[in-house]
């Protein structure tokens, strides 16, 4: 069973910045598309950005382009949220995804979530 474990999230005004990893173990980590997704209080999760096995294809939703970035490193087994220029509405929980997909932001498409970490952006 594949366990993704994010961190990284904490408390951050606006504009900051903060970085999320992933880690997930086991040697067919290489082999799956990574997603970000996030549920804010109140609302429905939402796919944030993912990356294909390969680190070839990347997605992002139209609310953090230009502001988050995506990366992977397969020898360390993990993927990296890269969050600047935060905002409140930014705030929510930050879940981790694996999947056999193409890259897409959809939670359907993802097998194995990890158990998420908070992220608030407030003065």
């Known amino acids: 069973q594949l366990q993704p474990v994010e961190s990284g999230g904490g408390l951050v005004q606006p504009g900051g910045s903060l970085r999320l990893s992933c880690a997930v173990p086991?040697?067919?980590?290489?082999?799956?598309?990574i997603g970000w997704f996030r549920q804010a209080p109140g609302k429905e999760r939402e796919g944030v950005s993912c990356?294909?096995?390969?680190?070839?294809?990347?997605n992002y939703a139209d609310s953090v382009k230009g502001r988050f970035t995506i990366s992977r490193d397969n020898a360390k087994n993990t993927v990296y949220l890269q969050m600047n220029g935060l905002k409140p509405e930014d705030t929510a929980v930050y879940y981790c995804?694996?999947?056999?997909?193409?890259?897409?932001?959809?939670?359907?498409?993802?097998?194995?979530w990890g158990q998420g970490t908070l992220v608030t952006v407030s003065e």
């Open positions: 990356i294909s096995s390969s680190g070839g294809s990347t």
């Open positions: 086991g040697f067919t980590y290489r082999y799956y598309t």
């Open positions: 995804a694996a999947g056999f997909t193409s890259c897409v932001l959809s939670d359907p498409h993802f097998e194995y």
